[in-house]
């Protein structure tokens, strides 16, 4: 019998995959967790609870006494943030990995989802079509814990068998949640303001070209990925998976395809020297090949799947 405990399940990825988890294993054998208190409008039958994942001994018992067989590991501080809080951010990033994968090593959880991202390539990785296995210095403090935490998923794995799963993550775009600190958040507030009819100012230099994915497809990916057996993964840092990559000012076409008024200005801030040190687009061969990762949106339909959403107002989880 499976059992999932999402922890981050406010957040922008949370959110979504809380409820397609209620969908996959259904709503009894999922249990929502975050900082503070959460509730989902869309199915109120969904099981939330109040967790800190640092504090490690509350972590164990809400994992023992729910019967908890696999984690999705969604907190973290992102990219834009934790510039601003290094060392709180380090401490969060960490020490929550290392949490949830002494609880696997001690045979309390069968399986482990933990996003990591593009932010663990850095300036000298090569930018256009980033490979899999290149050289990665990343600047940010997000990307050095991405990084530390890919490389501690695959010691637990490789030193005491423990079964964490983990992709690098573009920017990712959905409306039913709203992003939480990223330096890909420009492309979503744009898309938001698009289809309330409003301009957007961006942070991020009109040329500033970054690989994203709409949400639904990351979450194809998790979903995916936690389902192929043990022996098909064959990578325990984190798969690359990629889908579109474009600029700011490449979106502003796309977007005024369906709202021709729709106009961004540019006033880049911090987070383009962050942008900057990123990929401008990822090879994702590894995956495709491993257990058959394919998105299933292009940049066309993306943009106009998002603007739709938007205009439903779409309004999921509230805390
Ligand atoms: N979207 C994230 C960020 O910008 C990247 O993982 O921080």
């Known amino acids: 019998m499976r059992k999932a405990l999402v922890i981050g399940a406010a957040g922008q990825i949370g959110t979504e995959l ?18 503070s208190e959460l509730y989902f409008e869309d199915q109120p039958n969904i099981r939330t609870v109040i967790l800190d994942v640092l504090d490690f001994e509350l972590l164990k018992s809400t994992i023992l006494d729910n019967d908890i067989s696999e984690v999705y590991h969604l907190a973290a501080t992102l990219s ?17 990995l290392l949490n949830i994968l002494n609880l696997a090593k001690e ?21 256009e079509n980033t490979p899999q296995f290149t050289l990665m210095n990343p600047n940010t403090v997000y990307g050095i814990s991405k990084s530390a935490g890919e490389n501690w998923c695959n010691y637990y794995y490789e030193k005491y068998g423990v079964d964490v799963r983990s992709l690098r993550f ?3 775009l959905g409306y039913k949640s709203d992003p939480g600190g990223g330096t890909t958040d420009y492309a979503l507030w744009a898309l938001k303001n698009s289809s309330n009819n409003l301009p957007y100012v961006s942070f991020l230099s009109r040329e500033t070209t970054l690989p994203m994915m709409h949400m639904e497809d990351a979450i194809d990916g998790i ?13 325990r840092t984190s798969y690359n998976i990629s889908s579109v990559s ?3 000012t490449e979106l502003e076409k796309e977007i005024q395809k369906t709202i021709p008024a729709f106009k961004i200005s540019y006033e880049p801030d911090f ?3 962050i942008a900057d040190s990123w990929p401008h687009s990822i090879d994702d061969s590894l995956a495709r090949n491993d257990w058959n990762w394919n998105p299933k949106y292009n940049f066309e339909s993306l943009v106009k799947n998002i603007i739709e959403g938007f205009k439903k107002k779409v309004l999921i989880v509230t805390r």
Do not use: C
Request: charge should be negative; hydrophobic fraction near 35%; proline fraction near 8%.
């Open 107 to 127: 045979g309390h959880i069968s399986k482990i989802f933990w996003p990591s991202s593009v932010a663990v390539f850095g300036t000298d990785t090569p930018k």
């Open 170 to 172: 573009p920017g990712l």
């Open 18 to 35: 809380t409820y397609r988890l209620s969908e996959e294993l259904g709503t009894d054998n999922v249990i929502a967790s975050d900082i």
């Open 271 to 273: 987070r383009q020297s």
């Open 223 to 235: 979903i995916q990925l936690m389902n192929v057996p043990n022996s098909d993964i064959k990578i």
């Open 80 to 96: 834009a943030n934790a510039e601003k809080n290094p060392g709180f951010s380090w401490h969060l990033n960490m020490q929550s």
């Open 246 to 248: 474009f600029s700011p």
